[in-house]
């Protein structure tokens, strides 16, 4: 009896489970749904760094100071660079401007093997004696001077290259040599391009003695201190940074005696004929008046044909002096060429129309005089 009623509780319990299970299945709460949530990171600002600036080539300090202290030089701008610092030679270099090259001598043996360019005559021998170029086709001496700085005698002038294949690409060369008996400085400052001129000229100026030298006093020490690394500065002598022309008409700015700038171009009409006119008279300077020619010519040179023509542009009949380039053109002071066809048809390598009335530079310069 007892059996039967814990079998029959039993099978109560199993059924009220099943019962339940079922309930749960099919009426209970569905799970409620999930929401995933993605938490963005707040970004970090980052600091911008602030830019370095960059200092312009043409104004940064550009004093060189040779490795033993006997000289130094103001360079025209930071393209330059040292190529060579040993005793008695510096040199630098410019890809696009040129190159200055220093050399000092002293000594009895130094001096005797030693020329000096003491008149322009001999600065003169000594542009023909290197590389064999010849006055008038190869080069022009503009700007000579020589000064006498209490015994120290002090030369200076500008070479300006007309063939500029007996130069290495230089246009023009910047010589300045300070000598006694028994010392010498030599500065050579060879220039490829017009622009340069003026800041390579001036950094020629700037350059000063510093050691133990008889010629110090013709370069002192303050004379490269005031001149700020990579300014024009006008130089120390009267002729730097002026248009002074030579005794042939030409100035080294690159106007010639006709008004014609180095580009071919021309001053405005207001002007051209009266700087024209100014040049000439005073690139004649004390040989205008000489009876053995004018503006660097002979008197024989200025009547040859050969030697000497003046053309006529076409568009404003502006006259021009031309002399042979040597390599069967013609060319004026400033390396402009032009080529003859015909008897009187003339053009420039811009191909800009001339006429050629079969005259000398005699016609041209008989007015100025």
């Known amino acids: 009896m007892k059996n039967k009623r814990i079998l029959a509780l039993l099978a109560l319990t199993i059924s009220a489970s099943v019962f339940m299970s079922a309930c749960s299945f099919f009426g209970g709460d569905e799970p409620e749904e999930s929401v995933a949530v993605t938490v963005t990171p707040t970004p970090v600002a980052t600091e911008t760094p602030t830019p370095e600036p960059t200092i312009a080539p043409n104004v940064q300090s550009t004093t060189y100071t040779s490795a033993d202290k006997t000289m130094a030089i103001n360079l025209p701008d930071a393209t ?13 270099e410019s890809p696009e401007q040129g190159s200055i090259l220093v050399l000092h001598g002293q000594g009895a043996d130094t001096m005797s093997s030693t020329v000096i360019p003491t008149t322009e005559d001999m600065a003169v021998s000594l542009e023909q004696a290197d590389g064999d170029k010849t006055q008038g086709t190869d080069f022009n001496i503009y700007e000579y001077k020589s000064e006498d700085v ?16 007996k130069s290495g690409g230089s246009r023009y060369v910047i ?6 008996d028994t010392e010498y400085y030599n500065i050579t400052a060879s220039v490829k391009t017009k622009a340069a001129l003026d800041s390579v000229r001036a950094a020629v100026d700037s350059f000063q003695i510093l050691g133990d030298s008889s010629l110090k006093e013709a370069a002192p020490a ?50 051209a004929d009266a700087s024209q006119s100014d040049s000439n008279d005073s690139s004649s300077g004390s040989s205008d008046d000489s009876s053995d020619g004018y503006a660097g010519f002979t008197n024989e040179q200025l009547s040859n044909t050969d030697e ?28 402009n060429t032009y080529r003859f066809t015909g008897e009187s048809d003339v053009y420039d390598q811009n191909d800009e129309s001339y006429y050629w009335h079969g005259e000398a530079a005699d016609v041209y310069y008989m007015t100025v005089r």
């Not at 330059?80 to 630098?92: A, H, P, R, V």
């Not at 010589?175 to 006694?180: D, L, P, T």
């Not at 700015?253 to 405005?268: E, F, L, M, N, V």
């Open 80 to 92: 330059w660079s040292n190529k060579s610092d040993e005793t008695d030679m510096l040199s630098f």
């Open 150 to 165: 209490n015994g120290i005698g002090v030369y200076s002038y500008v070479t300006k290259m007309l063939n500029t294949e």
């Open 175 to 180: 010589h300045k040599v300070f000598a006694n």
């Open 222 to 271: 303050t004379a490269a201190a005031t001149t700020p690394a990579g300014t024009d500065t006008a130089s120390t002598d009267s002729t730097a940074g002026t248009d002074t022309p030579s005794t042939d008409g030409t100035s080294t700015d690159g106007t010639t005696t006709d008004g014609t700038a180095s580009d071919g171009t021309t001053t405005d009409s207001s002007t």
């Open 308 to 335: 000497t023509r003046t053309i006529y542009r076409n568009s404003d009949g502006h006259p021009i002096v031309v002399t042979p380039d040597g390599n069967g053109n013609w060319g004026d002071f400033d390396g």
